[in-house]
């Protein structure tokens, strides 16, 4: 049934390995250790002792400076061009720990949090403040780069903590107060001009702001599982999230204190992000009005011509929160992450199968169900990311030691790491699926009495894919679904498993009115057929030998809202006219990367 087009095509990527070198990383001749390497190579640190006590990763030795008292700083900044009312000066306040061997007149580099979360939450529940080192980043970052001669800040944005000016949620005002402490940061008299900024989620996403201003003193980004434009995190192909509705007005009650202190946090963005999601959600072909909102809260493209610095891309694969096509999406046929490779900039990244997490973070990842990364657990935190990291940020902010390899770390989801010269891996070859050829219980989704709880639901089951081998898909496969929506809206949403085992592998889905992907909508003729162009979130999995697929259409999914048009919706799918197709490579054992375990 499934043809994997393949025979002539590994033959034709081994000889050209044979003549060019490999086409994945395994092992390299550089990887040795010479007289320059001080580290040892990552092949071999599985063989050293780690600290897996506690809840994060440590470095293999630690360094010989201490930090020295916590400083403060409030830079004013002009945003009078920013808001159209609001305050025309804000202030951005800041935390910073220096290195002891700045006192002797050592220029050191910095390493920077920056985020809303710094008392965060409601009044007698906040969070920290900027000036005490925060639980698992901060102290992460303190009790590893510190000593090694690393300044360490912490940074509240505008309208949080003790920054002045608008809660601008991810907006130009934000990104202003980030690109002045940056600026700040990289012209102390202490500082040696470079900065590097960490930090997951809404902190990774002031990293791609910080890109965006294109301050010449931002070297290096790390960001894990970080946003990197606000509409496609909301709406996947048009399919909106449930917090779609309610983003921006949930960061906004939690940063304020709710008296006469916040009447500079309010400006004309709070409102247009009250009317952001249902525009969006219910609208469609209306999305435009809210165009400026998105496009001016989407940071990666704008970084990408104004900046000129590195980037360790950190992401979850079965992360839900802000899902891998944050790294792996953009423009139609494209993905971020390949599109940075091939534009010179210098990129690495780690990619493995836990949630919304940090490579190192134990507790969390011990949280992950079936399906979900469970399957990988026992090999899932680096122990070694802190070491990793640490070999980046010498190189790349204290310009010393040799420079880190240019690839990807990626874990597959039985728990296996490889390391890739890029992810998806450019010599996958494709397998192809006629669904024409597999069994299924009915055409049509959505509709029926609970819009809630979805409508009706299509399984088509795929039995005899793989007879005699196993399949590792590695990448984001597509299906061309043929459709005749009877509306102009409706949703389908896919859960792909293993039909043998039931084993959730990956998911897709699609608005109808975004059937040629991407971030523009169409209008659908209800009755006409189309064909919807659906891509999966990133997949890296291995389909056992005799195992088939299964796909469960339904009109929701997991975190996503019915579509709005609810039960009047009903999409009439054609599997007959379908073409699933996913990319896959072949691997040797000898390029499986063993990590560092628990003593």
């Not at 990793?388 to 296996?416: C, H, M, T, V």
């Not at 339904?554 to 799918?573: F, N, R």
């Amino acid at each position: 049934m499934g043809k994997l087009v393949r025979p002539i095509g590994i033959v034709m990527l081994f000889l050209s390995a044979l003549l060019s070198g490999c086409i994945f990383s395994d092992k390299p001749e550089e990887s040795s250790a010479t007289d320059e390497t001080q580290y040892p190579p990552i092949w071999d640190r599985h063989t050293l002792e780690w600290d897996t006590t506690g809840s994060y990763s440590l470095l293999l030795e630690p360094g010989p400076h201490s930090a020295l008292e916590v400083q403060e700083a409030f830079i004013d900044v002009d945003t009078s061009e920013v808001w159209e009312t609001g305050p025309a000066q804000s202030t951005v306040h800041l935390s910073y720990w220096l290195p002891n061997n700045t006192v002797d007149g050592e220029q050191v580099p910095v390493i920077a949090v920056i985020s809303p979360y710094f008392s965060y939450g409601t009044q007698g529940s906040e969070s920290s403040p900027t000036n005490v080192v925060g639980a698992a980043r901060g102290e992460f970052i303190f009790e590893n780069f510190v000593p090694h001669g690393y300044a360490f800040a912490q940074v509240a944005v505008f309208g949080t903590e003790e920054s002045s000016g608008c809660f601008d949620y991810r907006g130009a005002g934000e990104g202003l107060g980030i690109h002045a402490a940056v600026e700040w940061l990289g012209t102390q008299n202490w500082s040696n001009g470079n900065v590097g900024l960490y930090g997951k989620s809404y902190e990774g996403a002031t990293q791609w702001e910080a890109a965006a201003m294109g301050s010449e003193y931002l070297k290096t980004i790390v960001p894990m599982s970080g946003t990197t434009a606000l509409h496609p995190l909301l709406y996947k192909n048009g399919s909106a999230e449930a917090r779609s509705q309610i983003m921006h007005m949930n960061y906004f009650s939690s940063t304020v204190d709710y008296n006469e202190d916040d009447l500079d946090n309010i400006c004309p963005d709070i409102v247009e992000g009250i009317f952001a999601g249902p525009v969006t959600y219910v609208g469609g072909e209306m999305d435009p009005y809210m165009q400026n909102y998105y496009d001016e809260r989407s940071h990666i493209d704008k970084a990408f011509n104004n900046w000129n610095g590195s980037i360790y891309w950190v992401q979850g694969m079965q992360d839900w929160n802000v899902d891998p096509h944050q790294v792996f999406g953009g423009p139609p046929g494209t993905n971020w992450y390949q599109t940075y490779v091939d534009a010179g900039f210098e990129v690495r990244g780690i990619l493995g199968q836990w949630g919304h997490h940090y490579p190192d973070q134990v507790n969390s990842h011990e949280g992950v169900d079936p399906g979900y990364g469970f399957e990988a657990l026992d090999n899932m935190t680096r122990w070694d990311w802190g070491q990793d990291l640490f070999e980046w940020f010498e190189y790349y902010l204290q310009e010393r030691g040799p420079k880190p390899s240019l690839d990807a770390q990626i874990q597959r989801n039985d728990g296996q790491w490889r390391i890739e010269e890029s992810w998806p891996p450019a010599d996958a070859v494709p397998f192809t699926l006629d669904l024409g050829e597999c069994s299924n219980d009915g055409v049509f989704v959505g509709g029926g009495p609970s819009v809630v709880g979805g409508g009706q639901t299509v399984t088509v089951e795929c039995r005899d894919v793989n007879e005699d081998m196993d399949i590792h898909i590695s990448g984001l496969p597509t299906l061309h679904l043929s459709a005749v929506p009877t509306f102009d809206g409706g949703q389908v949403f896919i859960e792909m498993q293993d039909a043998e085992t039931g084993l959730r592998l990956g998911h897709a889905t699609m608005d109808v009115r975004y059937y040629e992907g991407g971030y523009e909508p169409q209008t659908v003729v209800p009755g006409q057929q189309i064909t919807m162009m659906m891509e999966f979130q990133g997949i890296d999995a291995l389909l056992p030998a005799g195992h088939g697929l299964r796909f469960i259409f339904s009109d929701q999914g997991e975190d996503y809202l019915a579509p709005a048009c609810g039960s009047t919706c009903t999409v009439h799918i054609l599997p007959s006219l379908s073409i699933f197709e996913a990319p896959v490579v072949e691997r040797p054992p000898e390029a499986t990367l063993t990590v560092p375990q628990p003593q």
